[in-house]
């Protein structure tokens, strides 16, 4: 009989976090969500359900197109335990009990168990420190050899493997990516990415003006191969979809026979507001496609569109604000990208100081070849 | 009246008697201009229409017209206009350069002309146009990755002017060609980057497959070539012997004209660069006899050739102001060859170059 899906780790502090993943209709929720049934710090418990949503979305970056009962569901993944905030090799758990719920990976008769963290989860490429291992590996031993239970253990590759012998019922695969999760060789190709991160200005009171940021990841496919959907992370919900009609607008205006990648569009984990974000994610996409060219430093843009495929960009407000925090915050190298409309309205010798910074800006009516 | 024994004529069959060599085949002779910038010749032959002869037999190199006669070593070359594309950003696949190349009438201030002295270190038998386009296209993006030429995002009228002018610069110093044309394009009906990183990716995968590291960083951000260019072959790395020839034949061009720079004047300055172009006179004598077991530094040489042709060429547009910073340029690519050369051992990284 099978199992629900489900997916356990071994915390640092030595207990068994159990991650259970099922379905729900979606109905305009986000993705996945996370809930965690052990109480504790509210700050952590955030830090954690953000560092989990996130990781899970980035590592469905591993599936080429979109398979499973992907469609109209959400995700819900409960945790038993939190786990401290310097943690993170629960994260393959979590990644991996996702897989099991929309069906990408078999759930057998078998406890699943992983341990692993990755540096990048789009790049699909997966890490563990082997005291982790060890530990895990350990703890399998004791909990599944007496009755010997069927057991599956996926644990992200460190240095060659020098493990505990595993029993014949034990079925311990070491990885590198995520690819070799549905194909266990080694040789199983690893798919590569090509991400870029823009940065947009953030002005709202005053205080807390910054330079936020959205992160294009973009993994190549073979011809033929039909796209998954975007994966588009931002702070709230809500503005997902803003974003992706964006994406979808930008990129009909650019005459491609056909889309060759899929995408995790990842933007920081403060929100945004209005919509002078969308310039530096069409144009992270773009240069993450190479198609546009990338900036020395850091590519810094303010602007939007009402019509995205005719790449016209419109106005955006806060001018006195973002051009404080630009002159405050540009480095040597950066590019500023901003509307044309902008032109009559920049303070004075704007432009000389940022030059002077070795920086350069750019007013922009229309998005052209790059 | 006594035959004129030292004619060309004459030299050239007794060249071509010794050679054995055979003149070039109407086939070879209608790639010219075509698919072919540049044919060395095996046996005496006569300069075909439309084309010219370079005789590097003479110090400098003796450019001849339509109708001459050439020697056997000598090369013909078809001047163009050559219709090539080259990929500038090493980062962006599906943005071109259309650019129309041409060898222009030769400039009577240079001593030698560029190309002469391309063709007398880095000629080869045959010089085809989609190898030499792969060639600039090296050099291009090299620049571009050193923030030489600048391409930026959403480039401007006036900073695509600056890009054109610096890559135009730069291909007439170190090759001596001259662009007539240059327009970018969009390639992205023809070319998807997507498939420029599954290649880059197979040809990982069967490395990591033939070697046994156990951890590859699969992740391919910016750092990656590509290079679009229409044959395989980029630049092949040569030998130690055959860059020490380079260096020899080369470095007397470049020392010229860093000479001829507008220094300014100031006596501090100057007592240094005689200092400096001392050093670079007993590099001359160094690569012109090499010792028997010449250090193998292949790859150093070349990488600081291109640099220094490269740093001409922006050094001939800086305005007087900027030249010691160029100084201090010259210095660094000095204290390379040196190191290469095993004539110095190397000094810790000043702030060379920078300029505060």
């Known amino acids: 009989m099978t199992k629900p899906a489900q997916c356990q780790t071994l915390l640092q502090d030595g207990r068994m976090l159990c991650i259970d993943a099922s379905l729900r209709p979606a109905n305009e929720r986000a993705p996945v969500k996370c809930q965690i049934k052990a109480t504790g710090n509210p700050g952590q418990q955030q830090n954690v359900t953000q560092k989990l949503v996130r990781a899970v979305q980035l590592a469905r970056l591993s599936e080429a ?9 959400q995700v819900l993944l409960e945790l038993n335990l939190l786990p ?12 991996i009990a996702d897989k099991l719920a929309r069906g990408v990976l078999q759930q057998t008769n ?23 291992v060890q530990a895990l590996l350990q703890a399998i031993q004791k909990e599944n050899s007496n009755p010997p239970q069927p057991v599956i253990a996926y644990l992200g590759q460190a240095a060659t493997a020098s493990a505990a012998t ?63 959907e975007d994966i588009i992370l931002t702070a709230n919900a809500s503005q997902q979809l803003a974003a992706r009609e964006v994406l979808q607008a930008a990129r009909a205006g650019e005459n491609k026979p056909a889309m060759r990648w899929r995408s995790a569009i990842e933007f920081a984990p403060t929100p945004f507001i209005g919509d002078s974000w969308q310039l530096a994610m069409v144009l992270a996409d773009r240069i993450s496609r190479g198609r546009a060219f990338p900036a ?75 | ?34 698919n072919r910038i540049a044919l060395k010749l095996h046996a005496a032959c006569t300069v075909p229409p439309d084309c010219l002869g370079i ?9 001849l017209a339509a109708g001459a006669t050439l020697a056997a070593g000598a090369y013909l070359v078809h001047p163009g206009p050559y219709a090539l594309r080259l990929q500038p950003h090493p980062e962006v696949a599906e943005i071109v350069l259309a650019l129309k190349l041409v060898l222009d009438q030769p400039d009577p201030r240079l001593p030698e002309q560029r190309f002469d002295l391309f063709l007398r270190t880095e000629g080869t038998d045959q010089i085809e146009a989609a190898q030499f386009c792969a060639q600039l296209q090296t050099c291009v993006q090299q620049a571009v990755q050193d923030q030489q030429l600048s391409l930026q995002t959403c480039a401007s009228a006036k900073e695509w002017q600056q890009f054109r002018a610096g890559l135009e610069k730069l291909l007439y110093v170190r090759f001596g060609w001259s662009v007539e044309a240059c327009l970018p394009q969009d390639i992205g009906t023809q070319l998807d980057a997507a498939d420029v990183l599954l290649a880059q990716t197979a040809q990982l995968d069967s490395l990591e497959a033939s070697a046994t590291p156990p951890q590859v960083r699969a992740d391919n951000t910016a750092n990656q070539a590509a290079t679009q260019a229409p044959t395989e072959a980029s630049v092949k790395p040569a030998n130690t012997r055959a860059l020490m020839r380079r260096l020899f034949l080369e470095l007397p061009a470049l020392v010229q004209a860093w000479r001829q720079l507008p220094w300014p004047i100031d006596s501090a300055l100057f007592a240094q ?18 010792a028997a077991n010449a250090p193998d530094c292949g790859p150093a040489l070349q990488q600081t050739l291109e640099l220094a042709w490269a740093r001409l060429a922006q050094m001939q547009c800086l305005p007087a102001a900027k030249l010691p910073q160029a100084q201090t340029e010259i210095n660094t690519i000095c204290q390379q060859w040196e190191v290469a050369l095993r004539l110095k051992t190397p000094i810790p990284p000043t702030e060379a170059g920078r300029h505060d």
């Not at chain 1, 197109?65 to 569901?73: A, H, I, L, V, Y």
């Not at chain 1, 401290?84 to 990644?95: I, M, S």
């Not at chain 2, 660069?273 to 090499?290: G, N």
Request: hydrophobic share 40%; aromatic share 6%; proline share 6%.
């Open chain 1, 65 to 73: 197109s979109d398979t499973g009962s992907r469609q109209g569901k």
């Open chain 1, 84 to 95: 401290q905030d310097t943690e993170q090799h629960w994260q393959l758990a979590a990644v």
């Open chain 1, 110 to 132: 078998a406890t699943i168990y992983a341990c692993g963290f990755s540096p990048a989860w789009a790049s699909a490429q997966v890490e563990s420190e082997p005291a982790m």
């Open chain 1, 166 to 228: 595993p029993s014949a019922q034990h079925n311990i695969h070491y990885i590198r990516h995520l690819g070799q999760l549905e194909h266990p060789a080694a040789s199983a190709p690893v798919h590569r990415t090509r991400h870029y991160r823009a940065w947009f200005p953030l002005v709202g009171a005053g205080e807390n003006d910054s330079l936020s940021w959205v992160e294009a990841n973009q993994r190549a496919l073979p011809e033929g191969v039909v796209p998954g």
């Open chain 1, 296 to 370: 020395n430093n850091r590519l810094i843009a303010s602007g939007r569109s009402s019509n995205w495929q005719s790449g016209e960009i419109e106005t955006v407000e806060g001018i006195e604000a973002k051009c404080r925090l630009l002159l405050h915050q540009t480095q040597a190298g950066d590019r500023i990208v901003l509307p044309a409309a902008w032109q009559t309205q920049l303070p004075a010798k704007f432009i000389a100081q940022i030059e002077e910074k070795e920086a350069s800006c750019v007013l922009v009516q229309r998005l052209g070849l790059w």
């Open chain 2, 1 to 34: 009246m006594w035959p004129r024994f030292a004619s060309a004529r004459n030299l050239s069959s007794r060249t071509a008697s010794k050679a054995g060599g055979l003149a070039p085949d109407a086939a070879a002779l209608a790639a010219l201009g075509q």
């Open chain 2, 55 to 63: 005789n590097l037999a003479q110090q400098p190199a003796q450019r």
């Open chain 2, 273 to 290: 660069r005689q200092l400096l172009f001392h050093r670079l006179d007993m590099i001359s004598a160094e690569v012109a006899t090499p």
